[in-house]
């Protein structure tokens, strides 16, 4: 599969069966940095550039750094692309304290013919603390006075969908699912919500697991039923909707452009690193598998470990790591490159229901193999490709920090998949290749106009 980088912008189909009709899509996103490491975020992003490589038109809200703004238009001119930065007014926010805060709003057109409306993140983190911000956002779903700096993000969204007229807005927070249900153009857009995470969903032992999510399970779910569309992005997720909420969900995969260089738009560029001789792993915390990273670096002192954190690696759980002698603590990257020309093998170890698992479709495109739990969407992320191992699964009970109770796991099948991979040259190169091959394959296999469809699917039903 290849999507050129350099297709021209503007209306196609019709011969193929896809509607002419072109398509205004909003995003809302809420991981911050217009270059974070979340897999939900990339996965987002590059529905929007799938989008514009088919003539449609797509903005994004986001929140990023000074220096992320200058970059990607300093990028966007080199590609031939005016980013047209414009500074908005600076907008007063008073946090609990009485302090104030300056909000800084820019927006700028990216290489990609993306329009960005970038908060500013540091006086956003200063203004919204996470537990002071799931509250406020818990009193406006459930009508009861909000504060000055709510209202202020809730003008902020619903001006600037205003301003852009969108056909589809997607989201993943209940803010927006709020605000596009109040907003006075609701009958002229579709909305959807992309669940990333078993933890977004109203319902079910995992409901609110992760701080900031499910303030209000009783109107988020009543406004979940109101939405046009439901996207799960994989069918672990879909049937923990169902089984707990009997809430009907679409499932499609990661738009395939997710997974191609973001560079040449072809297949990444495969790896042989047979001669590497460290086991990596990406954002370290006990729901994505650190007990089990911990034991294996103290079962087998003679290999060596490298980890990355990412969004859920919290600074004690990075210095547990940095006690171990065979273990190296790495900061968060968003050049993933950094991560594959550097280890032999990938451990993924999650003991939550992982919704997909991005990183683990990254390391086997590119040859690396992974040795994955078959927690959620994992499974599904393995491809049938080794190593799919079993573990045993967080119940959604918590320790009084707020960290999912992680259940006893047996090391033993861990360790020796690590071995047979680290230390057995020609089961190195039989794993490796038949990772390449299988999910070059499966990629291949995808319809890179799947949400294209379903989205247009939307405005004529």
């Known amino acids: 599969m290849t999507i050129s980088t350099d297709a021209p912008y503007g209306p196609r189909g019709g011969s193929n069966g896809i509607l002419t009709t072109k398509m205004r ?9 217009l270059t974070p490491s979340s897999g ?10 799938q989008l514009r490589l088919f003539g449609h038109d797509a903005a994004q809200i986001c929140y990023g750094f000074e220096d992320e703004v200058e970059k990607y238009a300093e990028v966007a001119r080199a590609k031939g692309v005016e980013p047209n930065v414009t500074n908005h007014s600076a907008l007063p926010v008073i946090d609990s304290k009485g302090n104030q805060h300056e909000l800084d709003v820019k927006t700028f057109m990216d290489e990609h013919g993306i329009h960005n409306i970038v908060i500013s993140r540091v006086p956003f983190n200063e203004a919204y603390p996470t537990r002071e911000f799931w509250q406020d956002t818990k009193d406006y779903l459930e009508g009861r006075s909000i504060t000055q700096r709510m209202q202020t993000l809730i003008d902020i969204f619903s001006e600037h969908i205003t301003a852009y007229r969108p056909t589809h807005v997607v989201f993943n927070d209940p803010v927006t699912m709020k605000v596009t ?11 959807i919500n992309v669940i990333h995470t078993a933890e977004q969903l109203p319902f079910g032992p995992y409901c609110n697991g992760i701080l900031g999510h499910c303030s209000s399970p009783e109107v988020e779910d009543q406004l ?25 969900t679409t499932f499609l995969v990661h738009s395939p452009l997710t997974y191609l260089d973001a560079r040449t738009g072809g297949m990444p560029v495969q790896r042989y690193n047979i001669d590497k001789f460290e086991v990596g792993m990406v954002n370290p915390c006990p729901h994505k598998g650190l007990s089990i990273l911990v034991e294996l670096a103290k079962r087998l002192p003679q290999i060596q470990f490298v980890t990355w954190s990412s969004w859920g690696s919290r600074g004690k759980h990075l210095n547990q790591l940095k006690e171990l002698p065979n273990m190296k603590v790495m900061p968060t990257t968003s ?13 993924a170890p999650s003991v939550w229901l992982e919704a997909w698992g991005v990183v683990v479709t990254e390391a086997q495109l590119r040859g690396i193999p992974v040795i994955a739990s078959n927690a959620g969407g994992l499974k599904e992320a393995k491809i049938d490709l080794p190593y799919c191992l079993p573990v045993n699964v967080v119940t959604g009970a918590k320790h009084e920090n707020g960290d999912y109770i992680v259940p006893e796991q047996n090391i033993d099948l861990w360790e020796e998949a690590v071995l047979r ?15 390449a091959q299988g999910s070059v394959k499966w990629l291949n296999s995808l319809d890179p106009r799947a949400h294209e469809k379903w989205f247009l699917g939307m405005m004529t039903a």
């Open 421 to 435: 991979l680290m230390t057995c040259q020609q089961n190195y190169d039989r794993v490796a290749q038949a990772t």
């Open 224 to 248: 979940l039923r109101e939405l046009e569309g439901i996207w799960v992005v994989s069918k672990a997720i879909g049937d923990y909707a169902w089984q707990y909420g009997r809430l009907k």
């Open 40 to 49: 939900g975020y990339k996965a987002n992003v590059n529905l929007l550039r």
């Open 25 to 33: 899509v909003f995003l809302v996103q809420t991981a911050q940095g």
């Open 181 to 191: 249900a109040d907003h006075d153009m609701r009958p002229t857009f579709k909305r």
């Open 335 to 347: 050049n993933t490159d950094e991560i594959w020309d550097r280890i032999k093998v990938l451990l």
